[in-house]
């Protein structure tokens, strides 16, 4: 499903990795591992093309991504270490327009379910909310998002408690299940069931 | 594609709601601004009526210019940024939709209390509707303009002195042209030129920056 192929990454004119492929075929976890500044951040904003490689190529369905573009973009979640969402709106906004942008309808039964899976607030503006729920609610679009095949998580477990880190290593298992391919980046042990890592 | 492009329209106002003293900022600063030449040069009639048009643009620029700053800065923070580059919608719309979003929180109002201003430079009330009109075609472009570069100076140091560098020059013809309408229909000339060229000068704005505004979002996101 997604190729990268002979990878090379530059930052700040240190060279972070260099001649790195992988390949994630559907219903696969993959997990980077890593020191600090080994490059996982980069990587991953190669992979969702965020960021262009100094050379090498990433590839969906065979096509490279820098042609496909919004029609790659809607294939994939990409959440990275900002939680990319608004303190001064509710859950329930920053949830509702996250998937509007996205492309992924929503109503209100399926918002109040994803964020309920979460046990985030829905009321209060997310700055009243703590660092760990700010968190959860933007974690809480994976839970509308089962349909999008790919999904690029950047240290998805930082600031969660034991429950919920259970409930998303419970939920990125049913995605591969699903058929879908995640690939994410992860500091503490992560306890998903055949997640192939790869180490830079 | 226009659902998205109302949903960052409909976002940014919402936000604008929440925090209503940032979008007083700039008006404060439009009525500041504009106040302090009257009382700066004195009650001198045939003088104030002479630099009226040229002082409210001037302040007009200054003000968009001020909210122009946090325009991409918040977005870029918090990582709705990335999100949106990694949308379903081409990011030219949603830079389109940004730009028209931010006209319509820091240039509408100033189109709407331009006329109010004019009274303290003893403006004939027949040139309210021309500077109002002035400023309503020529508000969007600075909006759209100053987004180019508020998103080139993106995640810069010293962003905010490069932004108004580099947009306060390209903002000279708006400047020309709106302030020149209002001159023109002063002395009974007809601002009917100046205000074509104005939307002319928008239309060209809305058709190229957005798609500009998208290329340079995505250099300064590297």
Not at chain 2, 53 to 68: F, N, Q, T
Not at chain 2, 99 to 116: C, E, N, R
Request: glycine content about 10%; charged content about 15%; aromatic content about 4%.
């Amino acid at each position: 499903m997604l190729e990268a192929r002979n990878l090379e990454c530059q930052r700040g004119g240190r060279v972070l990795f260099r001649g790195l492929s992988l390949a994630a075929a559907p219903g696969e976890l993959l997990r980077i591992a890593g020191p600090n500044g080994a490059g996982k951040t980069s990587l991953l904003r190669i992979l969702c093309g965020l960021l262009t490689p100094a050379a090498g190529e990433v590839r969906w369905r065979g096509a490279p991504i820098g042609a496909l573009k919004e029609d790659y973009a809607r294939h994939l979640v990409y959440l990275g270490h900002a939680p990319a969402v608004k303190d001064d709106l509710t859950a329930t906004e920053n949830l509702d327009i996250a998937c509007r942008l996205a492309g992924v309808e929503t109503t209100h039964r399926s918002l109040a379910e994803a964020l309920g899976r979460f046990g985030v607030p829905e009321g209060p503006p997310l700055k009243r909310l703590s660092q760990g729920q700010r968190r959860r609610a933007a974690l809480a679009r994976l839970v509308l998002s089962a349909a999008v095949p790919l999904w690029l998580l950047d240290e998805p477990l930082t600031a969660l408690d034991t429950g919920a880190a259970e409930g998303l290593e419970r939920m990125l298992t049913e995605h591969a299940a699903r058929g879908g391919a995640v690939v994410f980046t992860s500091h503490q042990d992560v306890r998903v069931e055949h997640a192939r890592m790869i180490e830079l | 594609m226009l659902a998205a492009a109302r949903t960052i329209v409909y976002r940014d106002l919402l936000l604008a709601l929440r925090r209503r003293s940032d979008v007083a900022t700039a008006l404060l600063f439009f009525v500041i601004v504009t106040s302090l030449f009257p009382l700066g040069i004195g009650a001198e009639p045939n003088l104030l009526r002479a630099i009226a048009p040229g002082a409210i643009w001037v302040a007009a620029l200054l003000s968009s210019l001020l909210s122009l700053g946090r325009l991409f800065a918040d977005d870029h923070a918090d990582g709705t940024l990335e999100q949106m580059l990694l949308g379903a919608t081409p990011l030219g719309v949603v830079a389109a939709a940004k730009a028209l979003a931010h006209w319509l929180v820091s240039g509408l109002p100033l189109v709407a209390i331009a006329p109010l201003i004019a009274l303290q430079y003893d403006l004939q009330p027949a040139l309210y509707g021309v500077l109002a009109l002035s400023l309503a075609l020529g508000t969007p472009v600075l909006s759209l303009i100053g987004a180019i570069g508020a998103a080139l100076t993106l995640g810069l140091r010293a962003g905010g002195v490069l932004l108004a560098l580099l947009v306060l020059p390209l903002y000279v013809p708006v400047l020309v042209m709106g302030a020149g309408a209002v001159e023109m229909a002063a002395s009974g000339l007809g601002a009917q030129g100046q205000l074509l060229l104005l939307g002319a000068g928008l239309v060209l704005a809305a058709a190229f920056a957005p798609w500009a505004i998208a290329a340079a979002l995505r250099i300064s996101s590297e």
